[in-house]
């Protein structure tokens, strides 16, 4: 049991470290789709802490607890298989173990991936560092979450609970016991200028 314990309490600080620390970011130019800031070894993570705590390795397991919601779950399983997928095609594209996009290699990575079909080079890139962007900032926010919540998530009737009594601020931003939430589909045209507010607001309500 013991071993059990310290091997959580690793994995959770290495977690910490990887997404706390205010070096690391998930905007980078030549990501690794590894190591980097929420990417696979962090959702790794997730799943092995779950596994040493009795309660699976699947993202089906971590679902079926009833912990996180089935959105945060599915996001977090879609990134898990892109970076999958992404990092494969950086080996066979590299005959090599590669797990860094470099800017030499990412028009052919994203060529390979079917970003390019009728797609002018620059927009194909575009597109796959769109989704990859994209997939980070599922994962980043899942995380946060769990590490937040000290891995316990919050059950279907915190979540219910929130859903009806939360105070809506703004369309984007709500209040629920003290703490602001940012909608997980903010409204079409919100820019990140405009989630500025968050702070102004959150000085009024402290």
Partial sequence: RKRGEAFISAKLDLLRASVEDPQRTIYVLEPNVKEGMCALRDIQRVLWIENMKGQGSTFEALLSQG??????????????????????????????RQDILERDSVLTIAANLGYAEGAEDQVAVEKLMGDYYRHARAVYRFLRFYLQTNTRGRSLLERLSRW???????????????????????????????????????????
């Fill in 67 to 96: 912990r996180f919601s089935q959105s945060e779950v599915r996001r977090l399983k879609e990134a898990y298989g892109f970076y999958l997928r992404l990092r494969c095609e950086l080996h066979f594209t590299n005959n090599v």
């Fill in 164 to 206: 009806f009594r939360a105070k809506n601020l703004t369309p984007h931003i709500s209040l629920f016991k003290g703490r602001l939430y940012l909608a997980q589909n903010p409204p079409e045209g919100v820019t990140p200028e405009a989630l500025l507010e968050i702070f102004a607001i959150s000085q009024e309500k402290d």
